[in-house]
Nanobody
């Protein structure tokens, strides 16, 4: 069964940090560009960050530039999202997905549907 499993979310105060993980099962992650998405309550899912298959290129939403860092360890079949200086507006459910080709403009519109959405991981930023 092809799956992407997100983990690492939690409740954190404004200014805090979290590291999310996206682990693949049933397929090899290193063939694919991977994107992180999030969905805030009452809002549509949006693209947060993307990393190409070998990690050579990344892309970030303007709202997270300078605060979030995407990385991958293909040996562990895992992609990470390091989130620093968290703000209440970062609250939401975070998902990862295979995307492509490339992490260029509009990458978030190119999700590859062969892997279903996972359950995501909840991030809540609140004092």
């Amino acid at each position: 069964q092809l799956q992407l499993v997100e983990s690492g979310g939690g409740l954190v105060q404004p200014g805090g940090s979290l590291r999310l993980s996206c682990a693949a099962s049933g397929f090899t992650l290193d063939y694919y560009d991977i994107g992180w998405f999030r969905q805030a309550p009452g809002k549509e899912r949006e693209g947060v960050s993307c990393i190409t298959s070998r990690g050579g290129n990344t892309n970030y939403a303007d709202s997270v530039k300078g605060r979030f860092t995407i990385a991958r360890d293909n040996a562990k079949n895992t992609v990470y999202l390091q989130m620093n200086s968290l703000k209440p507006e970062d609250t939401g459910i975070y998902y990862c997905a295979a995307v492509g080709p490339s992490c260029g403009s509009s990458w978030s519109l190119r999700r590859l549907s062969f892997v279903p959405w996972g359950q995501g991981t909840q991030v809540t930023v609140s004092s």
